[in-house]
């Protein structure tokens, strides 16, 4: 089924692209990534949300900034994401009120469309709580899972690139420097890309092996994220002794080193997790997990996918299918002759939906100096995203503190606990960017 969708799936996020006004699209001479999350049910493909981006704040912006008010990471896969959580919410909200969601129901409050129900996404059991859930602010007791998506509904993740940090490390045949073609230190993103190795199924990831084809002289596909402190770092030698494979990395940028983890570990912690995050895991039944990648790019290798988005995970991950597409090409895909765009867009389709164009995390057309406005901040910043999630569950609108909304889930933070005991080097978060008010949202 997902074999046979790949395409169109590919199709509908380059379609809708190609029609949204050139706010936050590259202008000529450069490349940027494209992402979209597609929603299948019932044999229909639905574009929930889309995004374009290769940008993230260094740490010492983030510092500066607002707290809450910024979007931190720019990457399309992560825009995509949360652009895929304000649609979910809304769609929790208009049930909230009485509506009709044609792919969300309310837990006990109805029972799904006739048929056999399906396992839930990804064939998974939801995490197990190991404690009783906290206390809402107004003293009842919080109840964690109220909606479900019904049955059969399934997420698609497409990328015109294949997502920085560990997927983009894998064997290539070395280049002649006069060779023109997409060997590149393209800007701040600063990754190489090579023709990759065809894989044979016999292929091994065993480095001590002498490489399968020996007489082609291999070189290593490089990525611009660092090895976080405390983990495997890349050994920076010759060649395929570049890099270390399944170390957590920071994203590539040049300066000050960026807080952000590079979309690979993004995406296996969503691989873990699930994708709908902290906020959302007190909506939610059950983790939802991505049903495939898509990654629309020639420069795809499977066996670094299925190492970057599961294999180096020693528990339990949730590898989605890991699919190429060929047959349309991204108009704005990196090359050699283009340099990365500092803009970045992202839609939500849907009644209550937008598109938003962005620089340096904040909304295109605003000053630098006005940033203390609220319309210069993004509906998907931290700040609307936790506005929208109160309007959803207000027995928790009285909790003050960002960081004590992203903590109410028990299961969630048990789930998360075990990860970062999976992943000794998974860098810990620094608690005070999220110690902020929401109260003047309300
Ligand atoms: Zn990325």
Redesign the pocket.
């Known amino acids: 089924m997902i074999e046979e969708n790949c395409e169109k799936i590919a199709r509908l996020c380059l379609d809708k692209f190609k029609k949204l006004p050139k706010q936050g699209k590259p202008t000529a001479g450069q490349w940027t990534?494209l992402a979209g999350l597609v929603l299948e049910y019932e044999n229909r493909l639905h574009l929930i949300s889309l995004a374009t981006g290769?940008k993230c704040l260094s740490g010492e912006e983030r510092w500066k900034a607002a707290k809450g008010t910024i979007l931190n990471d720019s990457?399309?896969?992560?825009l995509v994401r949360r652009g895929f959580l304000y649609w979910l919410l809304l769609q929790f909200k208009l049930k909230e009120e009485g509506g009709e969601s044609p792919f969300v129901i309310k837990v006990g409050g109805e029972e799904p469309p006739a048929g056999d129900k399906e396992p839930p996404i990804g064939g998974v059991e939801p995490p197990v709580g190991g404690e009783d859930p906290p206390a809402g602010a107004s003293g009842e007791e919080l109840l964690e899972g109220k909606f479900e998506l019904r049955a059969g509904v399934r997420f698609h993740l497409y990328s015109s690139h294949p997502?920085?940090?560990d997927a983009s490390i894998f064997n290539i045949h070395e280049q002649p420097e006069s060779n023109g073609t997409e060997r590149t230190d393209a800007g701040d993103v600063n990754e190489n890309i090579g023709d990759p190795l065809a894989i044979t199924p016999k292929q091994t990831t065993d480095e001590n092996k002498e490489p399968p084809l020996k007489k082609l002289k291999l070189d290593t596909n490089r990525t611009g994220?660092k090895c976080v402190l405390g983990g495997k770092m890349d050994p920076e030698g010759e060649g395929v002794q570049y890099h270390s494979t399944g170390p957590i990395r920071t994203?590539?940028g040049r300066g000050d080193r960026t807080l952000s983890l590079?979309?690979?570990d993004k995406i296996l912690k969503w691989n873990v997790l699930g994708i709908q995050g902290s906020l959302l895991s007190m909506l939610v039944k059950e983790p939802i997990f991505l049903s495939s990648i898509i990654i629309g790019s020639r420069h795809f290798n499977l066996e670094s996918c299925e190492r970057a988005f599961s294999g180096r995970y020693p528990g339990t991950a949730h590898l989605p299918n890991l699919l190429q597409c060929m047959e349309v090409e991204f108009e704005y895909m990196k090359t050699d002759d283009r340099v990365p765009s500092h803009d970045s867009l992202l839609l939500v389709t849907g009644e209550q939906g937008f598109k938003e164009a962005y620089v340096s995390g904040f909304k295109q057309g605003w000053s630098k100096k006005k940033l203390s406005n609220p319309k210069s901040w993004s509906l998907v910043s931290q700040k609307n995203m936790a506005k929208l999630f109160k309007s959803v569950y207000p027995s928790l609108s009285n909790i003050d503190k960002y960081s004590d909304l992203k903590h109410t889930s028990a299961a969630y933070n048990k789930a998360k606990a075990d990860f970062k005991a999976n992943m000794p080097s998974w860098p810990p978060k620094d608690t005070s960017l999220a110690n902020f008010s929401l109260l003047d949202m309300e």
């Open positions: 990534v290769t990457h399309a896969e992560i997502p920085c940090g994220a994203k590539p590079s979309c690979s």
